[in-house]
């Protein structure tokens, strides 16, 4: 009996060496004896995967928001349903605006009863480029608002200024506007109606803009009311960006890009006898005065701006390749403008007739231009093609002098190759040389431009004045265009005035 004991004690004691514990129960589907882990179904896969992908999109959702709120803060602030505008007026007093030397263009000061009123050093001078505040914005009150109402200056100054319940002092906005610029082209317009615009083609900054008939911002809450009830008043009509005018002889800078895009940029080949006027398709063209030019190459048609050459010019050109150059050179398109504006037009396509294809090329006809537009191209052509996207402001500053952001120059678009704009600058500086332009001949600088006369209404010989151009001819630093509404002749009236604003600008 105790040897069966013994016997099965030893077989007991026949455990794996070293375990110290019995022998282990095995599940016998899992001989390790680990509990297996529970198999997900089709349905919670399906689960899942849609709770991560609705996650993943929240993510992406709040990725994005948050990206685009600090990409268009100045448009999200600037929305009318966005309450955020006023809590800023309340908060604070509105900045000031400073011209390019520093000179102040527009401020914020307290009456005598503690309410803010904007009160603008210059009266007329910048009326439509710095606009008004008031019943509204316009220009560069309305362009740069958001940072005139904000105020960045230290917190514990904000602070104290609670306390007090004073405002705190707005940011200030300093302009690309030139006051002597300014001056000289408002003063050389005189009493006529028109426009003026003046910038840097390299840059796109904008040094002058001068718009007439004019007003003083201040007075707007006391002739507002007036101009309500006046349907024909265009006085506050910024004419630079909103007057819509008949191009004239400056088209011929579009129907000449058209030409050279169609004959491999080559004027070679292009000869044409001028008797002073040029039939056909039951149409006659009649050149300026009815003069006979003669003989003429390309070069000679554009520099004496002769309607008979450019209408022959015109009807030979395939016009679904001059309607794509049209396109490219903006004309119906979205503009890089900083101000509000109105887009140019141009009736053509594969079946508009040939007789008002002979107008369309000569600037008359159904065509309608704004002088900015005009001035975008003559810029490109200054800068080898590239449009440089136009403003108005250099930086904004705190009243305590302090950056908070600053605009720097950046292309909009390349509207022609820089083959082209040589082409183009090199036909405008013989406008200069030996055209209609010659007036603009000086020891300063040289020059190069298009002049136009824009026949316009019922009565015959009534026309705009034309001019844009740029200088130097060769290293252009300032373009300029002009309009002179019921002027003339643009070589007799506005080349003139481009005159004494390169005097002035090469001073």
């Given amino acids: 009996m105790k040897m069966d004991k013994m016997d099965k004690m030893d077989k007991m ?23 297996p882990k529970p198999r997900r179904t089709g349905l919670q896969r399906q689960v899942m995967g849609i709770t991560w992908f609705f996650v993943s999109l929240f993510v992406a959702m709040g990725v994005y928001i948050s990206y685009y709120a600090l990409a268009n803060e100045v448009e999200l602030a600037e929305n009318p349903y966005n309450g955020l505008q006023q809590i800023l007026m309340e908060q604070n007093s509105r900045g000031r605006i400073h011209a390019n030397g520093g000179e102040i263009l527009a401020d914020s000061i307290m ?22 505040a ?17 105020s960045n200056i230290p917190l514990p100054q904000k602070a104290e200024n609670g ?37 840097e083609p390299h840059t796109g900054r904008i040094l002058a803009m001068v718009s007439k008939p004019d007003f003083d911002p201040e007075k707007i809450p006391d002739i507002w ?28 800078i579009f129907t000449a890009l058209g030409y050279l895009r169609e004959h491999d940029g080559s004027l070679d080949a292009y000869s044409f006898n001028c008797v002073g006027h040029f039939d056909a398709y039951g149409e006659r063209i009649n050149c300026f005065r009815n003069i006979a030019h003669g003989n003429e190459d390309f070069e000679y048609s554009f520099a004496k701006s002769c309607n008979s050459s450019f209408a022959n010019i015109g009807v030979s050109l395939d016009q679904d390749g001059l309607e794509k150059t049209l396109d490219e050179l903006l004309f119906g398109a979205d503009l890089p403008s900083p101000l509000v504006y109105n887009k140019s037009s141009v009736d053509l396509d594969e079946d508009t007739p040939k007789s008002e294809l ?16 005009l001035h975008m191209v003559t810029s490109a052509i200054a800068n080898g093609g590239v449009l440089m996207r136009p403003y108005l402001y250099d930086e904004v500053r705190t009243e305590n002098g302090s950056s908070v952001k600053r605009i720097g120059d950046s292309p909009a678009g390349r509207l022609m190759s820089t083959k082209e704009a040589d082409e183009l600058a090199a036909l405008m500086q013989a406008v200069v040389l030996s055209g209609t332009a010659t007036r603009l001949q000086s020891d300063k600088y040289t020059a190069a431009g298009k002049t136009g006369s824009a026949e316009y209404g019922n009565v015959k010989g009534n026309s705009h004045a034309w001019f844009t151009g740029f200088a130097p001819a060769d290293e252009p630093r300032i373009a300029v265009t002009i309009i002179i509404e019921g002027g003339g002749s643009g070589g007799d009236y506005a080349v003139p005035i481009a005159a004494r604003i390169f005097d002035v600008y090469f001073k």
């Fill in 13 to 35: 004691d026949k455990s794996p060496a070293g375990s110290g514990t019995s022998k282990r129960r095995t599940n016998p589907k899992h001989p390790t004896g680990q509990k």
């Fill in 111 to 132: 009456d005598a009863d503690g309410v803010e009123e904007r009160v603008y050093p210059y009266g007329k001078l910048f009326a439509h480029v710095v606009g008004f």
């Fill in 134 to 150: 008031s019943h509204g914005r316009s220009g560069i009150e309305a362009a740069a608002n958001y940072y005139l109402i904000n």
């Fill in 163 to 199: 306390s007090a319940g004073v405002k705190n002092p707005g940011d200030s906005v300093y302009s690309t506007l030139r006051v002597d610029l300014q001056e000289t082209a408002a003063n050389a317009m005189g009493v006529y109606r028109g426009a003026i615009i003046i910038s």
């Fill in 225 to 252: 009311e007036d101009l309500l009830k006046d349907d024909e008043s265009s006085i506050l009509l910024n004419r630079v960006t909103q007057g819509l005018y008949p191009p004239g002889s400056t088209f011929k």
């Fill in 358 to 373: 002979m107008q369309i090329t000569i600037g008359q006809g159904k065509t309608q231009i704004t002088p900015q537009h």
